[in-house]
Nanobody
Framework: QVQLVESGGGLVQAGGSLRLSCAASGRTFSSYGMGWFRQAPGKEREFVAAITWSGGSTYYADSLKGRFAISRDNAKNTVYLQMNSLKPEDTAVYYC????????????WGQGTQVTVSS
């Protein structure tokens, strides 16, 4: 079992930045990959970014490359999502997820944190 708790969401003006955190507990954090997803009102959940267990490889949604950055600190059991140059269309609930059984398949999810970008 893996428990995930996101934090760091909030209200920010367009052009601003936020850093989301996701604290994990349960299984050894450094043994599995992590991802971030988001879901805007009335839309399907979409992939944002992912990172391998070691942090050696990262993956991004094409539309977010250059503005968002995923990282992890295995000593702190935490994965981060740095979001820069935020736009109103980035408004969504952001979820972190753990890919334990197989990279790319997400087995555990956090409760989400709201990010609202005002114009």
């Amino acid at each position: 079992q893996v428990q995930l708790v996101e934090s760091g969401g909030g209200l920010v003006q367009a052009g601003g930045s936020l850093r989301l955190s996701c604290a994990a507990s349960g299984r050894t954090f450094s043994s599995y990959g992590m991802g971030w997803f988001r879901q805007a009102p009335g839309k399907e959940r979409e992939f944002v970014a992912a990172i391998t267990w070691s942090g050696g490889s990262t993956y991004y949604a094409d539309s977010l490359k250059g503005r968002f950055a995923i990282s992890r600190d295995n000593a702190k059991n935490t994965v981060y999502l740095q979001m820069n140059s935020l736009k109103p269309e980035d408004t969504a609930v952001y979820y972190c997820a753990a890919s334990v059984a197989r990279m790319g398949k997400y087995d555990y999810w956090g409760q989400g944190t709201q990010v609202t970008v005002s114009s």
